[in-house]
C-alpha cells in the first residue's frame, strides 16, 4: 500500500537555527497538508497546500513557518529561527482530488520528532 | 466544523467487541463522519468513513442513526495490537482541515 514517507524521524537542533522537514506524499495526490502534535498534546493542523500554493492555514503557521513543493515528488516544511515550543511531532499528509459528493481521506506520514534545545 | 465528543478512554480485553460512540449533535447535512486511529509515535491512519447508516471494511464498522448525531466505531475481537488512541471527526470536506479532539484511548488487555 502506498504511503507517505518523511525524514528525518528525529531532528535535533538548537535554538534559533532553521530547520527543514521533508516529506514524499503518496504519488497520485494532489493535496498536502502539515500537521503537529506537541508531546501529550492534540493533532494540530498547520496548513494546507494544493496546485502551488496555501490554501488554508492556522494561526500556528507564521512568518517562521513555510511550506514549498520543491519538485513533483517532495513536499517540505521551513521552521526560521526555531523556538523551544517549536518541539514536536511533525506530521506530513495527503489526500486525492476531493470530490463534490465524497470526502476523500487524508493519509499521513509517521512524523519526524523535532526537538529544540 | 461540528464539536464531537466521545469517551477519553476505554478498557477491554482481547477478543472482545468495542464499541466507541461519537456524539455530534451540531453535525451539517454535507457533513462526513471520519474515523482515525493513531498508535505512538505515529501518524494518525484513517480507519472508516460514512455519511449515514452502515459502512463496513475489513478493520471496522461505522453505524450512523438516522439523525446523524452520533455514531458508533465498532471493532470486532480485538487484539492487544488495537490499543491505541482513536479520533471522530466530522466535516473534514473537500480537502478542508482535521480537527481532532483528544480522542478514546482503547486498552486492550490479554
Known amino acids: 500500500e502506498p504511503e507517505v514517507t518523511q525524514t528525518p524521524s528525529h531532528q535535533v537542533t538548537q535554538m534559533g537555527q532553521e530547520v527543514i522537514l521533508r516529506c514524499v506524499p503518496i504519488?497520485?495526490?494532489?493535496?498536502f497538508y502539515w500537521y503537529r502534535q506537541i508531546l501529550g498534546q492534540k493533532v494540530e493542523f498547520l496548513v494546507s497546500?494544493?496546485?502551488?500554493?496555501?490554501?488554508?492555514k492556522s494561526e500556528i503557521f507564521d512568518d517562521q513557518f513555510s511550506v514549498e513543493r520543491p519538485d513533483g515528488s517532495n513536499f517540505t516544511l521551513k521552521i526560521r529561527s526555531t523556538k523551544l515550543e517549536d518541539s514536536a511531532m511533525y506530521f506530513c499528509?495527503?489526500?486525492?482530488?476531493?470530490?463534490?459528493?465524497?470526502?476523500?481521506?487524508?493519509?499521513f506520514g509517521d512524523g519526524t520528532r523535532l526537538s529544540i534545545l | 466544523l461540528a464539536k464531537t465528543t466521545q469517551p477519553i478512554s476505554m478498557d477491554s480485553y482481547e477478543g472482545q467487541e468495542v464499541n466507541i460512540t461519537c456524539s455530534h449533535n451540531?453535525?451539517?447535512?454535507?457533513?462526513?463522519i471520519t474515523w482515525y486511529q493513531q498508535f505512538p509515535s505515529q501518524g494518525p491512519r484513517f480507519i472508516i468513513q460514512?455519511?449515514?447508516t452502515k459502512v463496513t471494511n475489513e478493520v471496522a464498522s461505522l453505524f450512523i442513526p438516522a439523525d446523524r448525531k452520533s455514531s458508533t466505531l465498532s471493532l470486532p475481537r480485538v487484539s492487544l495490537s488495537d490499543t491505541a488512541v482513536y479520533y471522530c471527526?466530522?466535516?473534514?470536506?473537500?480537502?478542508?482541515?482535521?480537527?481532532f479532539g483528544t480522542g478514546t484511548r482503547l486498552l486492550v488487555s490479554p
Open positions: 499528509a495527503s489526500s486525492e482530488v476531493q470530490l463534490r459528493d465524497s470526502n476523500q481521506p487524508q493519509h
Open positions: 504519488s497520485n495526490h494532489l493535496y
Open positions: 497546500f494544493y496546485n502551488n500554493e496555501i490554501s488554508e
Open positions: 451540531n453535525i451539517a447535512t454535507n457533513d462526513y
Open positions: 460514512g455519511y449515514k
Open positions: 471527526l466530522v466535516g473534514a470536506r473537500g480537502f478542508q482541515k482535521l480537527v
